[in-house]
């Protein structure tokens, strides 16, 4: 049956090959299919649940991070991903990805990062005693060279597990960081990292360590930046959701 919303926002979209999923913020996960035009709610443990994030793995299974903890949905079909979510001290999800080893990354609101194995068992929970800005995490991304980037309230943390121990480097004022409430998260061709902030856009030079920073003054939308809303093209473009639209733009002509 078609499904009516008429005061619930947004909060992520992805296609799973066959329909588009939409993340709601205060009614689930709406399966739409754009051929026939009917949308239909897949059912959450709770029917107003919001949904924050998706995110599609190698064998096409979409992870859903949401309010109250983990689900996936392969073929057609949602289950909640109990044995990963009772491992969790946190169960607002809102960053998922996995790394080079296949793990799955799960990024919590207020718990930090927790990491599982094939066999959804916790292998590591990385918190700000670890090394990480904060405790909450807007959005993870996994970067050309394998390493996790996470987006926090208090700046943006890089984990590099590529080595046979963790590195962990944060990123905040001291490292020309304009705004530490940070959004999402992308790398461009060139290896440089784009982060969203409440105020605007900043870029990473990975060779210098340092940030420049782009804002209204610069043509960028005024109003928050959206929580893990990025995308890349197969151009270079990038894309960045915001309160006020979308903001896309090619690195290199910046």
Known sequence: ?????????INAIIHTGKELLLGMSDAGVISFNPKTNQAKRLHLTKGNEAA?????DKEQKI???AESGLYSYLNGSIQKETEISTQMNDLSVYGICTDHQDRLWIG????GIFIFNKEKQLEYHISDESG???NSIFHLYKDSKGRIWAATREGVTCLDNTHPTLKIQSYGYVQGLKDVFTRAISE??????????TKGL????PQSGRFANYDYRDGIPEGNFSYGSVCSTNDGTLYFGSLNGVCYFQPEEI
Do not use: E, M, R
């Not at 049956?1 to 926002?9: K, L, R, T, V």
């Not at 924050?52 to 599609?56: I, L, V």
């Not at 919590?108 to 718990?111: C, E, F, K, L």
């Not at 461009?188 to 902030?197: A, E, F, L, R």
């Open 1 to 9: 049956a078609p499904f009516h919303a008429p005061n619930s926002q």
């Open 52 to 56: 924050y994030h998706f995110y599609k």
């Open 63 to 65: 992870w859903i991070g």
């Open 108 to 111: 919590s609101y207020g718990g």
């Open 132 to 134: 990480l800005c904060d």
């Open 188 to 197: 461009d061709k060139q290896g440089y990292i784009w982060v969203s902030t």
């Open 202 to 205: 900043s870029c990473l030079n």
